[in-house]
């Protein structure tokens, strides 16, 4: 469902030679991982006799016994609906390959011999095999392995296979040394479509091989735009010489998605869910991939058709409620310093262009203090006085002590030049100009205001002699949650990158490492604030009556959405599914379904205003500058995508 597929990484003890004990001990593990309802199972190298058994590959005896548990095998899986891929030693026309076979239906459905033979330090492969690269014929009969069998059937053999499922799901192997060589196979079965790379290895252990493995991984991963999934026998392999860790983990797009845990582990089942529609959605979106399949298109390819296997529902897979933001704190505030160090670097830039002076509108609220915080960083690192900032506060109908008393003392704490511009009076007389009624809070009422206080800051940029520093961030943009020709509108906007979740967490981290010491105590207090643009008067008490969130919806959902829709391209109704699981307990199928298709409509019916947003700087994966990432019609219309919202609620 929605391209998720399940795979068990499956290392099972290993009695070196003992192919019928091996044997119980796969089949154990393939029934574990079927009740775990894997669509894919995959066992390391050599896995039926144990990858340290020397000269013993010779014997026929050994040989044998691997056709025997081969058959054993293939006939544990007729009745099962995954696909199974395990290591064993196979005699190919008198010499003996190190091979990947792939099982399913009760046949070997293929055979992919390993190409790169290593031969070199502990390792001494040449010994027993040949390479993928010496194969003379394209297939092989099923009676040389099973000569007792009733019936035959051809079973194509290369290391160019890829194999295709009847519902489109292809996937590929390749064998250990293969993926440590400048050019493994799988970079042409990548380029070729295959979108799942599993890798049978046998890598011993030594200090510090286990990261530079996980890197590799995921490099691949990356590189051939494809899910990865590596997994190697386990400590159990002989330790004449040798110490084997059992190390599987799956990298997708360039993300460890899952690993087992232990350092040296055997014996063990690791099952998880990946999905496909990501990397469907990346070879679609960059073109570079398409580019690179023209340097393989010389190299043949064999497709070997399987069966359909019934996709995973997903429920495996972890999907983070806020995708732009790290889950661990050290890898959360590591991030949030480096978005501020490159905000504060792109306004650098652009300050020392216009002359090193700024103006900017503070609220006192999260959006307004994190630009604050990044022109002072900014004027400070070309060596200005933070008096060349002009902050400026403007006080109108729904302005509360809270946020004004905030707003200035963080410009006190900061050193910048201060002004303090009620707007009430020019509001009120625009009122009248216009023929509005006061007593109506309408959105005319709140734009007036938000576009005031533009007019004054972009004129106090002509007499202070600096350009206006944009506060407003990527999710207002996404949602058109701003003024077109007021807060939409400036001359750099350092937040225009920045989703609204990542916001407080940025100015959580500042203060956690008391980057602004003089304003700590100021900073929590915003950070606590509640968001809102504060064009309605307070209530009763004083406090801030409008929550943008109460009127818009939750911006974790919002953001949530965001990155989905344009990250990837997912449907509605997958988005809608993935949603559900992460806000599982915080928000009801309702309520996730009601501001869903808020988004939507907004998102369609205010790209008018990204189209003509200011300069700002990119900082992630998602952006919306109509001269970068987003370029969209701001007529485009929503309806198909807000037809299938509304078939998710029945």
């Known amino acids: 469902m929605f391209d998720f597929v399940r795979i068990s990484c499956c290392v099972p003890k290993v009695a070196v030679a003992n192919t019928e004990k091996n044997t119980q001990d796969i089949i154990k593990k393939l029934k574990e991982a079927e009740a775990a309802k894997s669509n894919f199972i995959v066992f390391p190298e050599l896995c039926i006799t144990g990858y340290t058994c020397g000269d013993l590959f010779f014997q026929e005896r050994l040989m044998s016994g691997v056709n025997e548990s081969l058959f054993k095998i293939a006939s544990a899986t007729e009745n099962s609906e995954a696909v199974v891929v395990l290591g064993a030693p196979i005699n190919i026309a008198g010499q003996l390959y190190n091979c990947s076979v792939v099982l399913a239906k009760g046949k070997i459905i293929g055979i992919v011999p390993k190409t790169f033979i290593p031969n070199y330090n502990e390792f001494y492969e040449k010994r027993w095999f040949s390479s993928a690269e010496d194969l003379t014929e394209p297939y092989m009969n099923s009676k040389n392995l099973f000569p007792e069998n009733d019936y035959s059937y051809d079973i194509p053999l290369g290391s160019s296979l890829i194999f295709e499922t009847e519902n489109g799901i292809k996937f590929g192997a390749e064998i250990c040394e293969d993926l440590w060589m400048p050019v493994p196979p799988c970079i042409g079965l990548a380029l070729h479509g295959a979108e799942l790379i599993f890798n049978l290895s046998a890598s011993n252990e030594t200090i510090g091989k286990r990261t530079y493995r996980r890197d590799m991984v995921k490099q691949q991963s990356s590189k051939c735009y494809c899910a990865y999934a590596y997994v190697s026998c386990g400590t159990d392999e002989s330790t004449t010489d040798l110490i084997f860790s059992g190390h599987s983990l799956v990298a997708e797009n360039g993300t460890i ?8 582990d055997t014996d063990y089942v690791l099952t998880a869910d990946v999905d496909l529609g990501k990397i469907k959605a990346d070879r679609l979106k960059y073109k570079s991939y398409k580019d690179a399949t023209s340097l393989y298109q010389g190299d043949s390819v064999k497709f070997v058709k399987l069966p359909a296997v019934t996709e995973s529902d997903g429920m495996l897979y972890e999907v983070r409620k806020h995708p732009f933001i790290p889950s661990e704190k050290k890898a959360r505030i590591e991030r949030c310093l480096n978005i501020f160090e490159m905000q504060t670097q792109a306004l650098k830039k652009r300050l020392a262009i216009t002359g090193g002076r700024a103006v900017i509108g503070v609220s006192g609220g999260l959006d307004s203090t994190l630009a604050l915080l990044v022109t002072s960083a900014a004027v400070k690192q070309l060596g200005l006085p933070p008096t060349n900032i002009c902050a400026v506060t403007m006080p109108c109908f729904g302005t509360t002590d809270r946020t ?24 009120v007389q625009h009122f009248k100009d216009i023929g509005h009624d006061i007593n109506v809070h309408d959105i005319t009422y709140e734009n007036v205001q938000a576009r005031e206080r533009t007019q004054v800051l972009m004129d106090m940029s002509n007499e202070f002699g600096g350009i206006v520093v944009g506060t407003g961030d990527l999710s207002e943009l996404a949602l058109g949650w701003c003024t077109y020709c007021g807060d939409q509108m400036s001359m750099y906007g350092v937040n225009a990158g920045v989703p609204k979740t990542l916001v407080r967490w940025m100015i959580n981290s500042l203060t956690e490492n008391n980057v602004f010491p003089e304003s700590t105590e100021i900073l929590k207090d915003v950070a606590d604030t509640p968001i809102s643009p504060e064009l309605l008067p307070p209530d009763a008490e004083g406090k801030i009556a409008q929550k943008t969130e109460d ?7 919002h953001d949530f959405f965001l990155y989905y829709v344009l990250r990837y391209g997912f449907s509605p109704a997958k988005i809608y599914c993935l949603a559900n699981r992460a806000f599982a307990g915080i928000y009801d199928k309702a309520t996730v379904l009601k501001w869903l298709k808020t988004f939507y409509k907004r998102f369609f019916t205010q790209q008018f205003k990204r189209s003509c947003m200011p300069d700002g700087v990119k900082i992630g994966s998602v952006c919306l500058s109509p001269r970068g990432d987003w370029r969209m019609p701001s007529d485009a219309e929503s309806t198909i995508w807000i037809n299938e919202v509304e078939t998710l609620g029945e």
Do not use: D, Q, R, W
């Open 257 to 264: 998605t899952f690993e087992n845990k232990k350092f040296l």
């Open 404 to 427: 004004f008393h905030n707003a200035v003392a963080l410009m006190e704490s900061l050193g910048v030049t201060t002004k303090n511009i009620s707007i009430k009076e020019a509001c």
């Open 551 to 557: 009127v818009v919806g939750p911006y974790e959902l």
